[in-house]
C-alpha cells in the first residue's frame, strides 16, 4: 500500500505569490488533513476535506483555501503569501481511527 | 488554543535510561494518539488509545490514559540514540463533521550515546 505523498517537497516563493501544495492520500482513504507546523505556532490544523467537501476548518486566514478531487487528492493554496507563512506543511490521509502523515512541504516565503 | 499541552518542553537523558513525556488535554476526547517527528521531517504515528482504554504497550512504548485528569503519558524505555526527535501527543474529538485532531506542543527527547 503506497503511503502519503505530498508535492513539491521544497517550494521558496516571494511575499504577495501564491502557491499550491498537492497532496495524494492513501489508497481508500476518502478524509484529508492538512497542518501547519511552525517552531512558534506548533503543529496547527488548517483544514479537513471528506469526499470532495469541506468538512472542519481551523482558524486561518481566507487566504488558505483547499479543494478535494474525486480520487481523494487534496490540494491547499495560499494566495498573498507573507514571511510568516514559512512553514512545514503536513497533509494527513485519514483512516478511521487512524492518521498517516506525508513528508510534508517546506515553503519557504522571501 | 490547542487541546494538548506537553510536559517537558524537551528531556535529555542518557541511552539506556527511561524517558516519560507526559500530555494533558481539556475536553472530552474519542482517542489519543503519540507521533514521533524527527528533524522537521513528517510524523510517524507510534501508538492510538482509546478513551475506555488506560494503558497500551508497543515495543518499547507504553502508553497510559487517566480520562479523568484528562492526561497521557508516554514511556520510552531502555532509550537509545535513535529515539532523539520531538514526540507529540494528539487528541481526536469525533463530531457530527468528523474526526478533528489537535496536536500538543511537543516534548524535544535528546537521547545521548
Known amino acids: 500500500k503506497a503511503g502519503v505523498t505530498q508535492t513539491p517537497r521544497y517550494l521558496i516563493k516571494t511575499r504577495g505569490q501564491q502557491v499550491t501544495l498537492s497532496c495524494s492520500p492513501i489508497s481508500g482513504h476518502r478524509s484529508v488533513s492538512w497542518y501547519q507546523q511552525t517552531p512558534g505556532q506548533g503543529l496547527q490544523f488548517l483544514f479537513e476535506y471528506f469526499s470532495e467537501t469541506q468538512r472542519n476548518k481551523g482558524n486561518f486566514p481566507g487566504r488558505f483555501s483547499g479543494r478535494q478531487f474525486s480520487n481523494s487528492r487534496s490540494e491547499m493554496n495560499v494566495s498573498t503569501l507573507e514571511l510568516g507563512d514559512s512553514a512545514l506543511y503536513l497533509c494527513?490521509?485519514?483512516?478511521?481511527?487512524?492518521?498517516?502523515f506525508g513528508p510534508g512541504t517546506r515553503l519557504t516565503v522571501l | 488554543s490547542q487541546q494538548g499541552e506537553e510536559d517537558p518542553q524537551a528531556l535529555s537523558i542518557q541511552e539506556g535510561e527511561n524517558a516519560t513525556m507526559n500530555c494533558s488535554y481539556k475536553?472530552?476526547?474519542?482517542?489519543l494518539q503519540w507521533y514521533r517527528q524527527n528533524s522537521g521531517r513528517g510524523l510517524v504515528h507510534l501508538i492510538l488509545i482509546r478513551s475506555n482504554e488506560r494503558e497500551k504497550h508497543s515495543g518499547r512504548l507504553r502508553v497510559t490514559l487517566d480520562t479523568s485528569k484528562k492526561s497521557s503519558s508516554l514511556l520510552i524505555t531502555a532509550s537509545r540514540a535513535a529515539d532523539t526527535a520531538s514526540y507529540f501527543c494528539?487528541?481526536?474529538?469525533?463530531?457530527?463533521?468528523?474526526?478533528?485532531?489537535?496536536f500538543g506542543a511537543g516534548t524535544r527527547l535528546f537521547v545521548k550515546a
Open positions: 494528539a487528541t481526536a474529538t469525533l463530531n457530527t463533521g468528523g474526526f478533528k485532531t489537535i
Open positions: 494527513a490521509s485519514n483512516g478511521r481511527n487512524e492518521q498517516f
Open positions: 475536553t472530552s476526547i474519542n482517542n
